[in-house]
């Protein structure tokens, strides 16, 4: 699964102090495995309970959140960050589920989380871009400078891209910045070594459509397959239309089954009675039944059942 994971640093053991300041007051049940026994001891919890920030729950998931956050004061060490989320760009609706994916972000020094917004300023990202990429990749700014840096500059390089071209992708896929980076690298060699994509036709695709960097190795072979060697489409048509890889294959393959089925199925452009991918799988089935199919909806159902 290919989740974004907090850097090392917001996870780290704390002290033996700190441990023992946690279950110094001995009215603390510290045995208990929820959170929400520890509210009424802890003005912290207290305030952002009250505040509706958190999802007490979902907070304890997180390896260590809840000893994190039992160490902090509100007033001391909350509140400011809670304003410069604010400044960021983080709306108020957004706070709660951004502070339950990413607790840690209570514990960091705000110097450092200042300077990394100063850094993605400076790579001419705007303010309503950054606070869009922190809003979508809630751990994104618990990353250092040099992370960030590298991120950038692997994607740039990785991919051959513009700087512009680059900014662009990260923006609209910001999770590329926090995630692994492994399994974008095996995508990217699936598409040119087992797909046989041309690095110009990957850069071109994957400007397009982002998520194919993250999507399942498994799926896109299968998808590729099916496209390539069923239904016959090269190449260079698949790269115009990447969106197809981020549609469902059973979708793509009822569609195509239902046209060849009517005599329809004919993806080549210069043929008069062509049907493009982009409409083939974006589409209601409404619309794709009478416009494409030339057929009502009753016919596209009485013909799934036979399959």
């Known amino acids: 699964d290919w989740d974004d994971i907090p850097p090392s640093s917001a996870l780290e053991e704390i002290s033996e102090e700190e441990a023992v300041k946690i279950i110094a007051k001995p009215i603390l049940p510290f045995q208990s495995s929820t959170l929400r026994d520890y509210v009424d001891h802890s003005e912290t919890l207290t305030k952002l309970v009250h505040l509706g920030i958190f999802d007490l729950s979902q907070v304890e998931k997180r390896q260590k959140a809840g000893q994190l956050l039992l160490t902090l004061d509100f007033e001391k060490d909350i509140r400011k960050i809670l304003l410069f989320l604010k400044d960021v760009g983080v709306e108020d609706n957004q706070l709660g589920s951004f502070l339950t994916k990413n607790p840690y972000i209570l514990g960091e020094d705000l110097e450092a989380l200042e300077t990394r917004v100063a850094y993605l300023k400076s790579k001419k990202f705007g303010k309503a871009e950054i606070a869009q990429m922190v809003s979508r990749a809630p751990y994104l700014l618990l990353f250092s400078v040099e992370r960030l840096d590298n991120r950038l500059g692997f ?29 974008v690298k095996e995508n990217i060699q699936v598409c040119q070594i087992e797909l046989g994509f041309q690095r110009n036709e990957i850069q071109h695709i994957v400007f397009k459509t982002p998520k194919i960097l ?26 115009r239309f990447p969106q197809v890889f981020n549609s469902k294959l059973l979708r793509i393959r009822e569609r195509h089954l239902f046209l060849k089925f009517l005599g329809r199925a004919q993806y080549d452009p210069a043929q008069p009675s062509y049907i493009s991918l ?28 036979t399959l």
């Not at 051959?160 to 990260?170: A, E, I, M």
């Not at 799926?219 to 397959?225: C, E, G, H, I, Q």
């Not at 982009?278 to 013909?303: G, H, I």
């Open 214 to 239: 993250t999507s399942s190795k498994k799926t896109l072979r299968k998808t590729f397959d099916y496209l390539h060697n069923v239904m016959g489409i090269p190449h260079d048509l698949l790269t």
């Open 155 to 183: 994607f740039k390089n990785e991919l051959g891209l513009s700087v512009t071209k680059t900014k662009d992708l990260v923006i609209r896929l910001p999770r590329l910045l926090t995630g692994k980076l492994e399994p």
């Open 278 to 305: 982009q409409q083939l799988v974006s589409l209601p089935d409404e619309v794709f039944c009478t416009e494409l199919a030339k057929a009502s909806m009753q016919d596209f159902e009485k013909f799934l059942k």
